[in-house]
């Protein structure tokens, strides 16, 4: 999940830590302790892991929108993912249909605050503003998920614990933004999510150029981070909530006459 970097700039530390927070206590509130039961280990399968890893498991939007192409179930058995699959998961989380509404909500907001005055307003200042938001997510994702990935050989994707108490799955998904999985399997310091979102960042500066000083950098990466935390946290209870929504939806029916 990549919040445009623009955006970054209006907000404190202290609030997007309190936003975080916030977020994080709703979806974890929304979740039912008992829902790990569904979540069962699947039995693994003769198919090539590059090939497979679609194939099953968490639903592919987080409120049937939000796209949620990383997600994998921590229970089942570590297969690695190629090169060109982790290429794939960030082209799917950059070109699928919500990117685009998203970047003009968002470039609608930069053009209501004036947000980097020089991009004008009327219809040029809002392409600019959407083109900037939209490239904002595409750079994010490629960086975050095919390029560091491949350059540090590591895994992507999150890996969802999926049982224990709702504070050890919070922890565990938000501190998945410091550790990651290797290619091996194994958990190591999360590169691809500290180097490729410092480098995105970067690359922001070329066609930003109303917050180009380090504060405002050091915003935009610290909010990028936290973002992508709050991401892990609604993937691990994004199931929990889809279930209790479903038996209410089941139960609501079960009572009409």
């Not at 958990?187 to 691809?192: D, I, K, Q, R």
Request: aromatic residues 14%.
């Amino acid at each position: 999940m990549i919040v445009p970097f623009r955006y970054a700039k209006s907000l404190s530390a202290a609030n997007c830590a309190a936003g975080l927070l916030f977020f994080a206590g709703l979806a974890v509130g929304q979740s039912s302790s008992d829902a790990a039961s569904d979540h069962a280990p699947a039995a693994p399968t003769e198919t090539p892991a590059a090939d497979n890893p679609a194939a099953t498991g968490p639903d592919k939007r987080i409120f049937g929108v939000l796209p949620n192409y990383r997600t994998a179930e921590g229970s089942v058995p570590f297969q690695p993912i190629t090169t060109s699959y982790k290429f794939t998961i960030a082209m799917k989380d950059s070109f699928d249909w919500p990117v685009y509404p998203i970047s003009g909500a968002f470039a609608l907001l930069y053009q209501m605050e004036d947000s980097n005055p020089s991009f004008g307003q009327g219809m040029k200042g809002y392409a600019r503003r959407f083109a900037t938001s939209y490239a904002d997510q595409a750079v994010g994702n490629l960086m975050t998920e095919a390029l560091m990935p491949t350059l540090f050989h590591e895994d992507p994707r999150y890996f969802r614990l999926g049982e224990g108490t709702r504070w050890h799955r919070t922890f565990y998904a938000l501190t998945r933004v410091m550790i990651s999985k290797t290619d091996t399997g194994k958990w190591s310091f999360n590169y691809a999510e500290w180097v490729g979102n410092s480098m995105a960042v970067a690359i922001s500066n070329t066609y930003y150029p109303d917050s180009r000083d380090f504060d405002d950098n050091v915003v935009k990466l610290s909010m990028q981070v936290a973002t992508d935390a709050f991401s892990n946290v609604l993937k691990e209870f994004w199931p929990d909530i889809k279930n209790k929504l479903h038996r209410h939806k089941t139960e609501a029916l079960a009572r009409e006459p």
